[in-house]
Structures are given as structure tokens and as C-alpha cells.
């Protein structure tokens, strides 16, 4: 004679099996993750030229060599590319001075990151790399310049 099967409950209690196991599933979704220190912005992305008349200077030198071309004459001019003088542009109204430092590190993160990795959307290199053809430093010279340009 063929072993009978024992039911353990049947169908109300394979739901609330289910309805247990979905309402675990949302709450594990649900829970915000926790931010690493690997996702932390590094010091070292943090603009220390900024204001400094010396890294203006070299920095409107490299301007003119490397950004020019797409971004406009003297930062000013319109390009076909963006205008840079955008990047971090609300930081400069913020008052508290506490928000205005995290809006600059936010601003120079970004900043760095296109320049040495360039912009790539959609498959389109909109932009080229620069990491292997100009220094973290007249990177930095750069944006400190194109931040006195007038708007």
C-alpha cells in the first residue's frame, strides 16, 4: 500500500507561510544599506586650490590647452559642451557654512571624476578621459580658475 502524505496544515497555512516569507522579503528591500567608508568622498577630492591667485593663473593656462576647445573661450564664451561655471554654482548662495563646505566637496568630487574619467551616456563619448594627459593638480588649477569666472 502506497505511503499517505500528511498534511501539515493545507492551504491557510501555505499562505500564511507565503504572507510571512513576502512581508520578510519588503522589509529586507525596505531597509535603507548602510553607507561604507569606501563610499565616502576622500580628502583628496576636495579642491585645495581653490582662491589661490597662483593656481588661477596656471590654471587659466590650462584652460586654454585642454578645455577651450569644447567648453569655450576663457570659460566665458559658449561652447558646444557645457558651461562649467555651473558645476557647484549653489554652493556660492548657500549661508550655512557647514552645507556650502559639503556642496563644494560634492561639487569637486564631480568635477575630478569627469575630468579623469570623461562622460560616457547612452554609449556616446560625450567627453574624453583625462586622467593619463594632465596631473590631479592642474585638474585642480583648472576648476579654480573657471570658478572666478564672471556669469
Known sequence: MPARLVKTGGWAHTLRLIATLS????????????RQAADEPKAERINPLRGQAE?????EKHYARHCASCHGE?????GPAADLRNIGRTCRR??????????HLDADVYFLKTVEEGKLRLGIRHMPAW?????????WAIQ????TRPR
Open 23 to 34: 512581508v520578510a522579503a519588503l522589509a529586507a528591500c525596505a531597509t535603507p544599506p548602510q
Open 55 to 59: 593656481a588661477i593663473a596656471s590654471g
Open 74 to 78: 576663457g570659460a566665458t564664451k559658449p
Open 94 to 103: 548657500l549661508t550655512d557654512p557647514g552645507l556650502q563646505q559639503r556642496c
Open 131 to 139: 586622467k593619463d594627459l594632465i596631473s590631479t593638480e592642474e585638474a
Open 144 to 147: 579654480a580658475f573657471i570658478e
